[in-house]
């Protein structure tokens, strides 16, 4: 019985170990796009949202691509009233709020 629940929690810290996260695919993304292989960038596009991402999008973001890159996480809550918080996280697995901002009016429309 021990041995059969040991391999249990193996498979189960496995299988949360392997998850990708926001970080993982933005990784994934800069690498695939440094090295101009755009089929492997599409691959990381939700299936309906691929044909919505130009090659020509994706050269241009090659052309602004630095050395440097940092990655940072975020996310939206967008409420019924169409008001917006921006939570920003820490960008490791436990995902902690680092900072909380209202998201003004004029900058919605970049969310929608």
Do not use: W
């Not at 050395?67 to 918080?85: H, I, P, R, W």
């Amino acid at each position: 019985m021990s041995i059969c629940l040991n391999i249990f929690l193996a498979f189960i810290v496995y299988f949360e170990k392997s998850k990708e996260g926001p970080v993982d695919v933005g990784v994934k993304f800069k690498e695939s796009v440094s090295t101009e292989d755009y089929t492997l960038t599409k691959t990381l596009f939700a299936e309906g949202r691929k044909q919505h991402i130009s090659e020509n999008t994706l050269k241009k973001v090659n052309e602004i691509m630095s050395a440097g890159t940092s990655f940072k996480t975020y996310q939206l809550l967008e409420f019924d009233n169409g008001e917006m918080v921006l939570l920003y996280l820490t960008p490791n697995k436990k995902y902690e709020i680092q900072d909380v901002r209202i998201v003004p009016e004029e900058h919605k429309p970049l969310f929608r």
